[in-house]
């Protein structure tokens, strides 16, 4: 009589099925995420887009489900086989049986510590511990405070139109003018850049390189108006919040200086700790629950991160209406969803330019982009008004370019309507912490040493941290543990 398999002697090798599958998923899927990131982006993970989290559950299920069969029909000890594959010892005059495996209890707990370890390479668990043992002095050395220097705003004010582009790179645009693209997949977004001021790393069109802590929208959002990353203890993700109570950013001298601030954007604010940041900070938030409390769309209306950006701009154009006629200078700023990862977001209205369904998310976002661009730019406001448009954070989605390892892969940026001079936009070197400073410098603010947070306000000719100490050092330092950051900075 054959035996019972007793199931719950496989519980270990199914687990670390699980965890092998996951670790390959990730580092398979995900560009250059850090373990702040993964564990940050688990625990805040309220308003994630329900198609995308069922995009990662089909894959993640099937491919544990290959794995865990392909394991246990290896490992199965209790099945008789007609065959046994053994290995014979004639020194011994011994052999060790190698199928089926005898010894399963040790097989499992082998297998389980190297799905562990595996895993946490991926998620780089251990350069986070490593990293955090280190001390760095980056932050006690290089930090300003706004409240430490004079900032002088110019007698009349310009209004700020601030559009983080979610995922977007100058890597989309046309080989001939800094991307990989042939055809550039955001043709408008390249005009306006070779248009306007663009800031970058090359001779030719490029932007900010990423840096350690800024990798995730709450976190890109938080450097590029605060001059920091976000760093995060292992014991305190939970309790964690995005306050950051104990520094000044971009929204609070803006409201010091009489601007009125919105956040506009078609998910829920509350994801990541977005909404904690921006009204703790002086914004005024509109968000997917704000446009159902507003009327914009009904109670069940979902889709994608809640509604898409063609809706976004059509409220950015009524909120812009109604700012415009306030007496004092507003600062609005978007926040565009469409192009998040994994494959973005196709509208009815988008068409299918591309054999992919990334770069036509891309191409369509671009239209719509400059068709809001080209509308403020007929509008009474806009002589007075300057317009950013930047990337978030590179894109998460790995193997999404076919590039050079050499190429050096930098966000969107470019200044719209700026009456500044700018000494060198080639050929630097800098981050998206630099944004905070250059953003104030765009509105003809004069910033005493023109360094805030970490960050260099590129309109002057002072060079910035990463240009100073090298990039790679830069991160390295970032990395590290900082009792100065936790005990002024973060709070």
């Known amino acids: 009589m ?11 090798i199914i687990i670390a099925s699980a965890i092998i599958v996951f670790g390959t998923y990730l580092s398979s899927n995900i560009y250059n995420a850090s373990f702040d990131q993964y564990i940050y982006s688990l625990l805040k993970s309220v308003g994630t887009s329900g198609s995308a989290l069922a995009k990662y559950a089909v894959t993640f299920f099937y491919a544990f489900l290959l794995f ?3 394991n246990l029909l290896f490992i199965l000890p209790t099945l008789d086989f007609d065959k046994k594959i053994v290995i014979k010892n004639k020194k011994k005059n011994s052999e060790k049986q190698i199928f089926p495996i005898k010894n399963i209890k040790r097989y499992n707990r082998i297998i389980l510590a190297i799905s562990i370890i595996y895993l946490g390479v991926v998620v780089g668990f251990f350069d986070y511990v490593g990293n955090s043992l280190l001390e760095t002095d980056l932050f006690k050395k290089y930090y300003i405070s706004p409240d430490d220097v004079v900032i002088e705003f110019p007698q009349e004010k310009r209004n700020l139109i601030y ?6 790179e100058m890597t989309n645009v046309s080989k001939e003018n800094g991307g990989v693209f042939d055809t550039s997949i955001m043709p408008n977004l390249e005009k306006l850049a070779l248009d306007n001021i663009n800031f970058s790393n090359s001779n030719l069109l490029g932007g900010a390189q990423e840096s350690y802590g800024t990798g995730w929208t709450v976190a890109a959002m938080i450097a590029q108006t605060a001059g920091i990353p976000l760093k995060l203890k292992i014991d305190d993700y939970e309790s964690n919040s995005t306050n950051f109570n104990n520094i000044t950013t971009l929204g609070d001298i803006l409201n010091d200086n009489g601007y009125h601030s919105y956040l506009l954007l078609g998910s829920d604010s509350n994801f990541g700790g977005r909404r904690a940041y921006f009204s703790n900070h002086n914004y005024n938030i509109s968000d997917y629950y704000s446009a159902i409390e507003e009327g914009k769309i009904s109670q069940d209306y979902y889709e994608w991160w809640g509604y898409e950006d063609s809706k976004l701009f059509d409220y950015a154009k009524e909120k812009l209406e109604k700012i415009s006629k306030d007496d004092e200078p ?6 565009t969803a469409n192009t998040h990862f994994t494959d973005g977001y196709l509208e009815d209205s988008c068409e299918n330019v591309f054999d992919n369904d990334y770069a036509n998310s891309f191409y369509c976002s671009d239209q719509m982009i400059s068709e809001f661009i080209y509308w403020v730019e007929k509008q009474d406001f806009y002589d007075n008004t300057t317009i950013i448009i930047t990337g978030d954070h590179p894109t998460m989605q790995n193997n999404f370019y076919d590039i050079d390892k050499n190429y050096t892969r930098c966000l969107y940026n470019v200044f719209i309507n700026v009456e500044v001079d700018h000494l060198n936009n080639k050929n630097r070197i800098f981050t998206t912490m630099d944004m905070f400073p250059t953003t104030l410098g765009a509105l003809n603010v004069k910033i005493q040493g023109n360094r805030l947070g970490l960050g260099t306000n590129l309109f002057s000719n002072k060079k910035t941290i990463p240009e100073m100490m090298g990039i790679d050092n830069f991160n390295r330092e970032l990395k590290k543990n900082s009792v100065y950051y936790y005990k002024y900075i973060r709070g």
Not at 2 to 12: H, Q
Not at 330 to 335: K, Q, W
């Open 163 to 168: 559009i983080f582009l979610e995922s977007t």
């Open 2 to 12: 054959k035996k019972k398999i007793e199931i719950k002697k496989y519980i270990l």
């Open 68 to 70: 865990s069969l392909f």
């Open 330 to 335: 507003f600062n609005l700023t978007i926040l």
